[in-house]
């Protein structure tokens, strides 16, 4: 059973009849809030996902269902088509249920699961060569070869080592010999002695290279007889190598990209331009295939946003139902290339808000200070925004010598910073930062009820590759990050919490609340990991440590903004 408005056509027709203002500028698709259309979009596609029939995916959200737990991001596009009637488009990332083709969901760019395509032909011989290389390297025969080789290099090191430790011996007893001779023997006999020890080191010399002669020849032949093995199996590795870099060339020029002046680019032309080579799976997200199915079918896009469905995956925070922005390093070049000629919102993060007034030092002597940074404000200068806690320091201290800050704090979050004013103090700060000698405490608030009194959560981090500066948790290649909380309070829903990091991980306070391994609820105003708002209610709220001159245990507080 189908929900209403989500038809077996691609453009779903609105039927409400409410008036609303239709959006200025499309949307930023990396930076947005879901405009009230988008929201309208996505609440209809997720009644249809909630009670359709039409295929079977197991997305994690029902104990009973068979099959892998594969969470999926849906997008939804608002457009208007040329007589005015607004509707939108339905899209998912990737495959669903092993299809690209399903009843309301806009087609994929190129059908990469077409038994008949070039594509899933080269795939298929690609197969066929991994099975025979497979039972080549696992053939008994070249077992048994390399085995030999193997062997024959260990007796041969044994008997050679023995051979040379004999030969060692026997020459020392020539030398005794030739030592007690010079004075029990006359110079004739000496002579004769001589010849005869010349004679059996000579023996020994051309045993040795005998020996050396026939390990070698059996070994070279043992060689000879493996590479013989060996040979087909890297021709058949070079051909599946050129045969695999020819299907994805052809793969990338396959998928074409119209943008709203008319005009198309394949992956290999946008990602020259982005100087990077196309990533796996690029094209096959959401956002893409409905802009493309938007400008084939005359529709003007107006508004688009992409929401996760399904259980929460073990890398990264993802929560049911919740929006998100579209992936940054396959999408971001695809779209930049689509949404010229549209009028887009500008990128928020661009044109952050100036903070004009001076910063407030909570505390200041002649060594150093520590100053309340505000939210949505850098300690450091960044890509695109210059003005920092760090700029405003080598204003308020021009004679100050040294790197001044001793760490930092995420933009969104507000709090304590520690500043040298000598390069000396910054040494000793620092020092005691790496040696966990500095205390800190933050003060948030969680969007939801923590049940615990008291915990630490410890999953390891990494840099999302696909979205810069977000972090997975990733017990592989993720570095250590362990924090200690201490539940303050919960009021109305809300949880307010102390925080104590151990570690000094990108995002850690911020992952380690909203991931399902940790807390399992974001930071309220958490733009990256749970929902934008106001601001992020994450501050640094106390420092403690020993002052690097008069050596008194410095113990400060910033007061809490929300």
Known sequence: MQHPNFTDTFFHKFTFEADIVLPKQFTFPF???????????????????????????????????????????????????YNGDLGYLAAFSGKLAESNYHKGFVPTVYNTLDETGFYKKGEAELNRL?????????????????????????LYNKELAAFKADIKTKKKTRNLKRESAKTTLSSEAFEVLLEGLKSESIYYHFRLKDLKKDWEAKIEAAKHHLDGLLKPIEALKEKRATLSA??????????????????????LDIFKDA???????????????????????NLKPIAMAEFWWGASPKSEVRKHKQFYPSCRSKCEPILGHMMQGLDVEDNPIQTVSEYNAPLDIVYEDDYLLLVNKPHEFL?????????????????????????????????????????????????????????RAIKKRYVALLDGEVSTKSGTIDLPLRVDLDNRPQQLVCYQHGKPAKTKYEVVG?????????????????????????????????????????????????????????????????????????
């Open 130 to 154: 991994n099975a025979e290389i497979e039972t080549l390297e696992n053939a008994s025969e070249l077992k048994q070869a390399r085995l030999t080789l193997d062997e024959f290099q260990k």
């Open 275 to 297: 100087m990077v080579p196309p990533p796996a799976g690029s094209g096959e997200c959401a956002a893409p295939k409905l802009f493309q199915y938007a400008y084939e079918n």
């Open 246 to 267: 020819s299907l994805q060339k052809r793969l990338h020029e396959q998928y074409r990209f119209l943008n709203a002046e008319g005009n198309t680019k394949d992956l």
């Open 379 to 435: 300690s450091v200068p960044g890509k695109h925004i210059q003005e920092s806690v760090l700029t405003r320091m080598k204003r308020y201290l021009p004679k100050a010598k040294g790197p001044l800050l001793v760490h930092r704090l995420d933009m969104s979050t507000s709090g304590l910073l520690l500043v040298a004013k000598n390069e000396k103090t910054h040494k000793n700060l620092q020092k005691q930062f790496i040696e």
């Open 490 to 562: 919960v009021e109305n829903g809300k949880t307010r919490i102390y925080f104590y990091p151990i570690t000094g991980r990108t995002h850690q306070l911020r992952v380690h609340a909203a991931h399902s391994g940790g807390l399992n609820m974001a930071i309220i105003g958490d733009d990256l990991y749970g929902v934008k708002g106001e601001r992020l209610c994450l501050h640094a709220e106390r420092l403690t440590f020993i002052h690097p001159v008069t050596q008194q245990v410095l113990d400060i507080f910033s007061e809490v903004p929300f």
């Open 31 to 81: 930076y947005y809030e879901p405009h009230e259309l988008s929201v309208l979009a996505a609440e209809d596609l997720q009644r249809y996902l909630e009670s359709q029939t039409d295929f079977k995916h197991n997305f994690g959200l029902h104990p009973d269902t068979e099959g892998l737990v594969i969470g999926k991001m849906f997008g939804v596009m608002v457009v208007q088509q």
